[in-house]
């Protein structure tokens, strides 16, 4: 069974501190791996990646894939209170666009 | 622009009754996908449409649920026979190519059957 699963669940830290998020995954067909932070409704896209040992880099935010190992993580340093949201990830399927998420991770960054 | 677009945004309906939710892709976005949200869960997938293609359906949990896409552009995801299981935030998203690029999310529709 096609599976994606992220940890921790949830993240309490304070304003200034460097979190890393994990998500694994064990799928078919695999195609990409996306990450998306959702603050109220709408998850809105933060990284796609596709190849191993590549990082992306935006501002504080960076994220790298291993293929070999099945998973990523996702990094932000500095951390805001604005950075307090549901880190979302998720596995793209390469013969559909279905994406498989896994459960989340609840961000909360304390000033 | 005008990003992806769902409607209503919050529907309370009794168990039982039949419900419509809407979708409006951004323009041109060939690709449209439904997801559903439980509480504290992350997104589920429901069902795939790319271009005139025949949709993906593999993740809609049962037939009460159905969805179609008139014209290559707004979908409608109908749930029959609700019940107080289906409530959930409905979320849609859509993407200019089917199964390569980023997909960008609407605001949802928030469901409670009651």
């Known amino acids: 069974e096609d599976k994606v699963v992220q940890s921790p669940l949830s993240l309490v830290v304070h304003e200034g501190d460097t979190v890393t998020l994990n998500c694994s995954y064990e799928v078919t067909n695999f195609r990409s791996l996306l990450w998306y932070k959702q603050e109220k409704k709408a998850p809105t896209f933060l990284f796609m990646l596709t190849s191993s040992g590549i990082e992306k880099k935006s501002g504080r935010l960076s994220s790298i894939l291993d293929k070999k190992e099945l998973f990523s993580i996702l990094n932000i340093t500095a951390t805001q209170t604005g950075d307090s949201a549901i880190y979302l990830c998720a596995v793209l399927f390469s013969n559909t666009g279905k994406l498989i998420f896994g459960q989340g991770t609840t961000l909360q960054v304390k000033p | 622009g005008a990003g992806v677009s769902q409607s209503p945004s919050n529907k309370v309906t009794e168990k039982g009754k039949d419900v419509e939710l809407r979708c409006d892709p951004i323009?041109?976005?060939?690709?449209l996908y439904w997801y559903r949200q439980s509480l504290g869960q992350g997104l589920e997938f429901l069902i795939y449409f790319q271009g005139n293609s025949a949709p993906d359906k593999s993740g809609l949990p049962s037939d009460r649920f159905s969805a179609e896409r008139t014209g290559g552009s707004v979908s409608t995801l109908t749930i029959q026979r609700t019940q107080q299981e289906d409530s959930a935030v409905y979320l849609c998203?859509?993407?200019?190519?089917?199964?390569?690029?980023?997909?960008?999310f609407g605001p949802g529709t928030r469901l409670t059957v009651t």
């Open positions: 323009s041109g976005h060939t690709a």
């Open positions: 998203a859509s993407s200019n190519a089917g199964g390569s690029t980023q997909q960008y």
